[in-house]
């Protein structure tokens, strides 16, 4: 092996090492911060994207179940960047208005049941920290997920 080899494969497992920044927790390729400050859903919003963030936007059940647990060691609700505001029932993630799969684990059972005065996603602590649909405009805590904060 020679030396320029085993520079090329030094740098390569550096980029392996993975961090957040500080105050981030790691799950896979993303970078996650519970906020404990009481936000409504708009401003948690505005404060992820201060931080090059967004509310968190789990896509797989392995990232859901990593949020899900997450919540409930730290314990209350936490909105994340999922929302029906723009169309009652539309259920998207709000950065990419991608729709969300209404059958994957990250619903409660019997949600979303708050129709038109529930439109923003909560993970609540009363469901075991899945999701369900809550009032926009309630004070909740808040999870920012950044995808290249490491
Ligand atoms: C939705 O989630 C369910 C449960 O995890 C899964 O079986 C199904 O394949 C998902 N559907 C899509 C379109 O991803
Ligand atoms: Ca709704």
Redesign the pocket.
């Known amino acids: 092996m020679n030396l320029v080899y085993l520079a090329f494969l030094i740098a390569i497992s550096a980029d392996n090492v993975e961090s957040c920044f500080t105050g981030w927790i790691q799950f896979q390729n993303k970078c996650y911060m519970f906020n404990s400050m009481a936000k409504e859903w708009g401003v948690a919003s505005g404060y992820c994207q201060a931080f090059n963030a967004k509310l968190a936007e789990p896509r797989t059940?392995e990232e859901g179940h990593f949020l899900t647990s997450h919540a409930q060691k730290i314990g209350g609700n936490f909105w994340i960047g999922v929302t029906d505001l723009i169309e009652e029932d539309m259920w998207m993630y709000a950065s990419t208005q991608e729709l969300v799969?209404?059958?994957?684990?990250l619903w409660s059972t019997n949600e979303p049941n708050g129709y038109t005065s529930s439109n923003c996603g909560l993970l609540m602590a009363a469901l075991h920290a899945k999701m369900g649909d809550y009032i926009c405009t309630r004070a909740e805590k808040f999870i920012c997920e950044l995808n290249n904060g490491m």
Do not use: D, H
């Open positions: 059940e799969n209404m059958t994957s684990s």
